[in-house]
């Protein structure tokens, strides 16, 4: 333990870099949680709308996105619920292609 103010010294010229460093990794471990949230909510809405833009999309693009999907466990609920609003849509279409796929997102999803 410093015992005089030159000891003191020392130990605080140690502990304050070590602080320093601490802080920043704090802060970058934040911001890049943010930045990947970010990223997935932007990736989500742009398979939604692959999804949602089937004749433009092209059904491989379609089956491709729905397989994406069913990967993104975090946003789980969001997806089953539009998963099964485009399973009726689908289904309606005699789309049975995309119908077995969104069935199987739908499983995977625990739903």
Not at 19 to 29: D, F, G, I, N, Y
Not at 74 to 100: M, P, T
Request: net charge positive.
């Amino acid at each position: 333990m410093p015992k005089t103010f030159l000891d003191w010294v020392a130990w605080a010229g140690l502990v304050a870099p070590l602080c320093a460093l601490a802080w920043a990794a704090v802060t970058h471990v934040r911001t890049e949680s943010q930045r990947q949230r970010r990223a997935d909510a932007e990736r989500l809405q742009l398979l939604a709308s692959i999804l949602h833009n089937g004749s433009k999309s092209g059904l491989t693009a379609q089956l491709l996105a729905i397989d994406e999907l069913a990967e993104f466990k975090r946003f789980a609920h969001a997806i089953l619920r539009v998963a099964r609003a485009n399973r009726s849509h689908f289904a309606s279409l005699g789309d049975k292609e995309v119908v077995g796929a969104l069935d199987e997102s739908i499983s995977k999803l625990g739903g």
